[in-house]
């Protein structure tokens, strides 16, 4: 069974940092493509990251860039997204997601960040 | 403001068939294939549609979807209860190197 589980969320006062994870089993990561999703409360999702399958290739929305970062380690079945210099805009449901919009697409269920003062 | 336009809602009755529309431009939808999710409340957006037509394995074939120029579509036959939730169209951009969503449509079936 396909797993993604995310983890390191939480409370953060503007400025501040957090490393997220996302724990994968039940398929070879090394295959695959590997973004990050965030969603606001009541909005839709928003596209934050995506790594490519071993990790030589990255990009970023135009709103988290320079700010955040993402990696990963294979061998450990992890996908990282460090998250620094949080604003309250970054509040959201960050979700890890397996080859995003095609046919093997899976997603976590998802870890909160929260920002605020 | 979405790149991509959706329908804030749309509603139907059960057993009765509802389409959703997913406008965007050629730099997203015209060039690129889409795909459409359904979330559920309290959890995460699940696939429903990609390469604008294709269901994954465990999907009914009570979903379909189709894309015409700059805007795809996707249709609910049958509707039941259970369908009521928020559904996304998404796509690549190529002009902002990014991928991008609509703002969702909320079902309601009366």
């Known amino acids: 069974e396909v797993q993604l589980v995310e983890s390191g969320g939480g409370s953060v006062q503007p400025g501040g940092s957090l490393r997220l994870s996302c724990a994968t089993s039940g398929f070879t990561l090394s295959w695959f493509w590997m973004h990050w999703v965030r969603q606001a409360p009541g909005r839709g999702p928003v596209w934050v990251s995506r790594?490519?399958?071993?990790?030589?290739?990255?990009s970023y929305a135009d709103s988290v860039k320079g700010r955040f970062t993402i990696s990963r380690d294979n061998a450990k079945n992890t996908v990282y997204l460090q998250v620094s210099s949080l604003r309250a805009e970054d509040t959201a449901v960050y979700y890890c997601?397996?080859?995003?919009?095609?046919?093997?697409?899976?997603w976590g269920q998802g870890t909160l960040v929260t920002v605020s003062s | 403001q979405s790149v991509l336009t959706q329908p804030p809602s749309v509603s139907a009755a059960p057993g009765q068939k509802v389409t959703i529309s997913c406008s965007g431009s050629?730099?997203?939808?015209?060039?690129?294939?889409v795909s459409w999710y359904q979330q559920l409340p309290g959890t995460a957006p699940k696939l429903l549609i990609y390469h604008n037509d294709k269901r994954p394995s465990g999907i009914p074939d009570r979903f379909s979807g189709s894309k015409s120029g700059t805007s795809a579509t996707l249709g609910i036959t049958g509707l039941q209860t259970g369908d009521e939730a928020d559904y996304y169209c998404?796509?690549?951009?190529?002009?902002?190197?990014?991928?991008?969503f609509g703002g969702g449509t909320k079902l309601t079936v009366l």
């Open positions: 790594i490519n399958a071993d990790g030589t290739t990255t």
């Open positions: 998404g796509t690549w951009d190529s002009s902002l190197s990014a991928v991008v």
């Open positions: 997601v397996r080859g995003l919009l095609g046919g093997d697409d899976s």
């Open positions: 050629s730099s997203n939808v015209g060039n690129n294939y």
